[in-house]
Nanobody
C-alpha cells in the first residue's frame, strides 16, 4: 500500500515563507511525476508546481519566481518552498505522484495540508 504524507502547512503573514514536504511510503518500485496542487472551496484543484514524467519542472504562472519545487529521490520526498506568500495563495495544498507499485502505475494523492496567508 502506498501513502503520501504532507507536512509544513500553517498560518503565515503576507510576505512570509513556508516549506511543504511530501513523502511517499509503502511498496514503491518507481516514482514518475511528483508535485503539488492546491484547492480552495468552490473551485477546482489546480496545479502549483510539479516534476513531470519527462523530468522537467512546470510552475503555475502566478507562483513563478516565488515558489520552488525540489525533490530528494533517495527519500521519495518532494518539497515546495513558498516565499513572498500572498493571501491568494491560501488553499489546501495536495501532493500528487505517479507511482509504480505491485507492477502497476497509479496516481496517488496526499491528505492535504492547509496554508493560510493572512495578517
Amino acid at each position: 500500500q502506498v501513502q503520501l504524507v504532507e507536512s509544513g502547512g500553517g498560518l503565515v503573514q503576507p510576505g512570509g515563507s513556508l516549506r511543504l514536504s511530501c513523502t511517499a511510503s509503502g511498496s514503491i518500485s518507481n516514482i514518475r511525476a511528483m508535485g503539488w496542487y492546491r484547492q480552495v472551496p468552490g473551485k477546482q484543484r489546480e496545479l502549483v508546481a510539479t516534476f513531470t514524467s519527462g523530468g522537467s519542472i512546470v510552475y503555475r504562472d502566478s507562483v513563478k519566481g516565488r515558489f520552488t519545487i525540489s525533490r530528494d529521490n533517495a527519500k521519495n520526498t518532494v518539497y515546495l518552498q513558498m516565499n513572498s506568500l500572498k493571501p491568494e495563495d491560501t488553499a489546501v495544498y495536495y501532493c500528487n505522484a505517479e507511482i509504480l507499485s505491485a507492477g502497476r502505475w497509479n496516481a496517488y494523492w496526499g491528505q492535504g495540508t492547509q496554508v493560510t496567508v493572512s495578517s
